[in-house]
């Protein structure tokens, strides 16, 4: 279905049987819009789609963030939104002596995270799976959280392209921080520079298609064959 | 009513000046806006919602709104000292009344949004283009909102009802003189603001109330392209 841009208050559609979706109300038979955003039908539920606004975290959401603090049961991470969210000592998997916190993350070090639960006290992260935990090289950096979708694509079809492009491995956090690791930093710039490219452009349709003309235009100097550095994790 | 009523600009009653409305002037924030109206400029810009601090204004029930209008030291032709003033702080506290109606705050207990508007150059109507500027530049914030706000001051020149007065005509003195009633209310015709300088009776308040209404609807529309604009423009990059 085609989307349009809608403003709060502005009605997007009329009729008994539609059902509002997120960020919209329903009175008098009218869907009304609630935020600034692209409406879209599905099945005669309608949503808005936010293109702008700071960051709200959900559960399960994989999240890039900064050690802000340490207290005596964990730290405090800042992960770009309101309330900052806290990472239990009982998620690091080896003995942790409490003196000693510091060995396992400083503040002002990065790591990548689960949201495991979202109460009435905070937001707990959690780093137990695989592929969480500290962030030792290569570069983070940040985008408009709205714009993570658009990065990852359809079923991950633009993050996998963005990859297989560059031989980098990219790991997009929900609230807006990318973290890539490649063989050279010029490299990780290049995707970099993709991952911008792709925000800049994020309304045209055919986006994917887009982005692979610009690779084409765009070829990286000094990047070795993508097979060598596909799998190295 | 009277006899044919002539304006300084040669405005008929009903007309508004030249209106200009753009978003995302301000790449650093959140949300942000620039409305114009004839002479007069505002830019808003919205940060949050975020943490609220100092710690102890902190609302557990809802989030706040805080603004602060300030005008701009060479916005008029006599420069204003620039910060607070007692003015700037009533201005700032009548732009919170008119747009926290609409705002959905329940969603973010403890939590702040911030809206700063700097008047660039001033020639009356500036809390109106203010709010005007607010609004638009919360919706940019992607603040949940129910229904936008808009602003404008219907004045009575002698007995005569005019919208969107300048300066010149704030500074009528004939017959009984200048009466400045700045209105702001929703797209469903809700008032959230009004305030009265001068004396009118009310039954033509009645009357200004419903020329505010129809000026309102077209500043709606002005906001809502400014809005969708931006999108189309991205698009065309």
Redesign the interface.
């Known amino acids: 279905m085609d989307r349009k841009?809608v403003?709060?208050?502005?009605i997007i559609a009329e009729g008994e049987d539609l059902l509002p979706g997120e960020?919209t109300?329903k009175t008098d038979g009218k869907i009304?819009s609630?935020?600034?955003?692209l409406a879209e039908e599905q099945n005669s539920l309608i949503k808005v789609i936010?293109?702008?606004?700071?960051y709200s975290p959900r559960r399960g959401n994989v999240v890039i963030g900064k050690i802000e603090n340490l207290t005596n049961n964990g730290w405090i991470v800042d992960i770009g939104s309101?309330?900052?969210a806290f990472l239990s000592l009982m998620e690091v998997p080896r003995y942790v002596n409490k003196d000693a916190m510091e060995e396992v993350f400083k503040i002002d070090e990065l790591l990548i995270a689960k949201i495991w639960s979202i109460g009435k006290r905070g937001i707990d992260l959690s780093i137990k799976s695989r592929g969480y935990g500290k962030i030792e090289d290569g570069i983070v950096f940040e985008v408009n959280p709205?714009k993570v979708p658009r990065i990852i694509g359809k079923e991950g079809s633009m993050i996998k392209l963005i990859k297989d492009e560059t031989g980098c491995e990219i790991d997009v956090g929900q609230n807006g921080y990318v973290w890539i690791t490649g063989p050279t930093t010029d490299v990780e710039l290049f995707a970099k520079k993709a991952i911008t490219f792709v925000t800049?452009?994020?309304?045209?349709h055919g986006l994917t298609d887009e982005v692979t003309k610009w690779f084409g235009k765009n070829a990286p100097r000094g990047v070795p064959p993508n097979n060598e550095l596909g799998d190295k994790k | 009513m009277t006899a044919k009523f002539e304006r300084p600009d040669g405005r008929k009653i009903e007309e508004m000046r030249p209106v200009e409305a753009k978003v995302g002037v301000v790449p650093n924030a959140?949300?942000s806006a620039m409305y114009k109206s004839g002479k007069t400029i505002a830019i808003a810009a919205v940060y949050?919602?975020?943490?609220m601090h100092p710690q102890h204004q902190q609302n557990p029930s809802k989030g706040t709104l805080r603004c602060d209008y300030s005008m701009i030291s060479f916005s008029v032709s006599d420069r204003i000292r620039p910060g607070r003033n007692r003015r700037a702080m009533e201005i700032s506290e009548i732009t919170k009344w008119a747009l926290e109606p609409?705002l959905?705050l329940d969603k973010?207990p403890?939590?702040v949004i911030d809206v700063f508007i700097n008047i660039i150059q001033a020639d009356a109507g500036t809390r109106c283009a203010g709010i005007n500027a607010a609004a638009m530049a919360l919706?940019?914030?992607?603040?949940?909102?129910?229904?936008?706000v808009s602003s404008v001051s219907i004045g009575k020149l002698d007995k005569t009802l005019v919208v969107d007065l300048t300066k010149e005509e704030e500074d009528y003195h004939e017959g009984e003189g200048p009466t400045d009633i700045p209105i702001s209310m929703?797209?469903?015709g809700k008032v959230t603001h009004m305030q009265l300088d001068g004396k009118i009776g009310v039954k033509q308040l009645q009357e200004a109330v419903d020329m505010g209404k129809a000026a309102c609807e077209k500043i709606y529309e002005i906001?809502?392209k400014a809005?969708?604009d931006t999108?189309?423009m991205?698009?065309k990059?």
């Open positions: 841009v403003i709060p208050g502005e960020h109300q009304v609630l935020r600034y955003g936010p293109l702008s606004g700071v309101a309330d900052s709205n800049e452009k994020s309304f045209i | 959140d949300g949050g919602p975020k943490k609409v959905l973010y403890n939590q919706a940019h914030a992607g603040i949940p909102m129910k229904d936008m929703t797209h469903a906001q809502k809005l969708k999108i189309d991205e698009e990059k």
